[in-house]
T-cell receptor, first 116, second 114 residues
Framework: AQSVTQLGSHVSVSEGALVLLRCNYS??????LFWYVQYPNQGLQLLLK??????LVKGINGFEAEFKKSETSFHLTKPSAHMSDAAEYFC??????????????FGKGTTLSVSS | KAGVTQTPRYLIKTRGQQVTLSCSPI?????VSWYQQTPGQGLQFLFE???????NKGNFPGRFSGRQFSNSRSEMNVSTLELGDSALYLC?????????????FGSGTRLTVV
């Protein structure tokens, strides 16, 4: 069964610093991987996704993630944090990536705090 | 282009009652999924519908049910509400299958059971 582990429930950075949010997955098939962001009292917004092809994926708001099969990782990075990046971030994997009706299996989430 | 619309945004119900939540997907999206978000269990998949057919179901009791209409709008119903059903219920729609196109989420319905 597919699963996701997000290392660190809370990450704090200074404005302008590198953001690194860690995600490791377990999947019995080539995975589809996603990063979502959630602001307070809102739904989830897709930052980026990996399905096939290039392993370095660029998303919105300057975020990117690299799929590393050998490390079963899909860490999210941003070179320079902005105050508006403060939110909760979720990594997810599809349970049936190549079949219809797939569900997303989410990690527990990482809260990112950005200080000035 | 309108996003995923969920109604109502907030709901307060009493234990034992039933509740129906509504979701209108992005125009042209035929896949609708439902998720429950709680502080303790996180985000958990409830079910997925495509062209009025349930194709996948999560590990929830039979009190949780859903349906999809011919216009792709979806509803989920929870009967005999329990305190533990208090959660943010999120709906997501997708243009394709298998996650290829990603999922767009609505803002959710916050259900409080008292």
């Amino acid at each position: 069964a597919q699963s996701v582990t997000q290392l660190g429930s809370h990450v704090s950075v200074s404005e302008g610093a590198l953001v690194l949010l860690r995600c490791n997955y377990s999947s019995s098939v080539p995975p589809y991987l996603f990063w979502y962001v959630q602001y307070p009292n809102q739904g989830l917004q897709l930052l980026l996704k990996y399905t096939t092809g290039a392993t370095l994926v660029k998303g919105i708001n300057g975020f990117e993630a690299e799929f590393k099969k050998s490390e079963t990782s899909f860490h999210l990075t941003k070179p320079s944090a902005h105050m508006s990046d403060a939110a909760e971030y979720f990594c997810a994997v599809s349970d049936l990536p190549h079949q219809a009706g797939t569900a997303l299996i989410f990690g527990k989430g990482t809260t990112l705090s950005v200080s000035s | 282009k309108a996003g995923v619309t969920q109604t109502p945004r907030y709901l307060i119900k009493t234990r034992g009652q039933q509740v129906t939540l509504s979701c209108s997907p992005i125009s042209g999206h035929r896949s609708v999924s439902w998720y429950q978000q709680t502080p303790g269990q996180g985000l958990q998949f409830l079910f997925e519908y495509f062209s009025e057919t349930q194709r996948n179901k999560g590990n929830f009791p039979g009190r949780f049910s859903g349906r999809q209409f011919s216009n792709s709008r979806s509803e989920m119903n929870v009967s005999t509400l329990e305190l533990g059903d208090s959660a943010l219920y999120l709906c997501a729609s997708s243009a394709g299958t298998g996650g290829d196109y990603g999922y767009t989420f609505g803002s959710g319905t916050r259900l409080t059971v008292v």
